[in-house]
């Protein structure tokens, strides 16, 4: 009988202990960009999320864009900035022909769904502040936004900490 108590309470607290944890495992949302006029709201996806420091992250791209996507390569781009809280970039963004993704065929009608998959290097954790922002845009080479979503990040340190003082 007393083994039996001590299994249930050992097991009681590992499964106390655990809940925490679970605190941790963030999904990071998007929401629109501050800029004016408002691009399309893009609809991206984080994968792994919570990102890595040092690590790749595939980032999924999806949406609707209001204006025609022009089939001469070059002409848009797919940019991925980390940005700091007053929007400065903290590393040079990330940037690819948006044409030349896997899935995108240009042109592309304005109002057409896309959906496409960029894998995003992340920049190193002694680089990234406590808290900082991803943008993922869609510019074309007069640098209009054509689409775009932002995010707040908090850093794997930082999440932490700031789970434990609540």
Do not use: H, W
């Not at 249930?8 to 679970?22: D, E, G």
């Not at 420091?53 to 209001?66: D, N």
């Not at 502040?129 to 995010?151: K, M, R, T, Y």
Request: glycine share 6%; hydrophobic share 45%; net charge negative.
């Amino acid at each position: 009988m007393k083994q039996i108590f001590v299994f249930i309470l050992l097991t009681s607290l590992l499964m106390v202990n655990a809940i925490p944890y679970q605190l941790y495992k963030r999904t990071t949302n998007f929401g629109a960009c501050p800029v004016d006029p408002p691009p399309s709201l893009l609809t991206v996806k984080l994968s792994p999320d919570p990102i890595v420091p040092g690590k790749t992250v595939a980032v999924t791209i999806s949406g609707k864009l209001a204006v025609e996507v022009p089939a001469e390569q070059g002409s848009t781009l797919a940019q991925v900035p980390f940005l700091d809280t007053d929007y400065v970039p903290i590393i040079d963004p990330f940037s690819t022909d948006f044409c030349t993704c896997d899935g995108i065929k240009c042109p592309i009608p304005a109002g057409t769904e896309f959906n496409t998959v960029v894998n995003v290097p992340v920049p190193e954790s002694a680089v990234l502040p406590p808290q900082f922002e991803i943008a993922v845009a869609i510019v074309n080479g007069a640098g209009d936004f054509l689409g775009c979503a932002l995010s707040d990040v908090l850093s794997s340190a930082s999440r932490k900490d700031f789970f434990l003082r609540k």
